[in-house]
């Protein structure tokens, strides 16, 4: 595995084999706070590689408000804020062709979505 990628060979080619599907679902992730398309996860992958593919859903997610994590009284949040960061840039820098980053997926309009489906959870809010 190059040392600049995330995932080991098998596992990015599963990820880049993904299609944009536009009957996806979205969805809330309620533990992490974030939003998951359903055609966004290939099977069988590594436990590493399942955990960084979740780093950089989350972070798509906190992207649409960065103040709130990055700005956090909470040093663990604050920290996986800058976890997920890395593994975003990173992923990015090493030419992933992942469909989670399209411009529909990143947009700052998702976070509407996102407050709408946090409120269905979180009523009270």
Same mark, same amino acid.
């Given at each position: ?8 060979? =098998? ?8 299609? !944009?599907?536009?009957? =996806? ?11 998951? *398309?359903?055609? !966004?996860?290939?099977?069988?992958? &590594? ?27 909470? &040093?663990?949040?604050?920290? *996986? ?6 593994? *975003?840039?990173? =992923?990015? =820098?090493?030419?992933?062709? *992942? ?27």
């Amino acid at each position: 595995m190059d040392s600049n990628d995330l995932f080991p060979p =098998a596992d990015r080619a599963k990820i880049e084999a993904l299609t !944009e599907d536009p009957d =996806a679902r979205v969805s809330y992730e309620l533990t992490k706070g974030m939003l998951v *398309w359903s055609d !966004e996860r290939p099977r069988n992958v &590594e436990a590493s590689t399942f955990k960084k593919l979740i780093m950089l859903q989350s972070y798509r997610s906190m992207m649409y408000r960065p103040e709130q994590f990055r700005d956090s009284q909470d &040093e663990l949040v604050r920290d *996986w804020f800058e976890a997920c960061r890395a593994t *975003w840039e990173k =992923a990015r =820098a090493s030419g992933l062709r *992942w469909i989670g980053f399209a411009p529909s997926r990143t947009a700052p309009a998702n976070l509407a979505l996102l407050l709408e489906l946090e409120k269905i959870d979180f009523p009270d809010m």
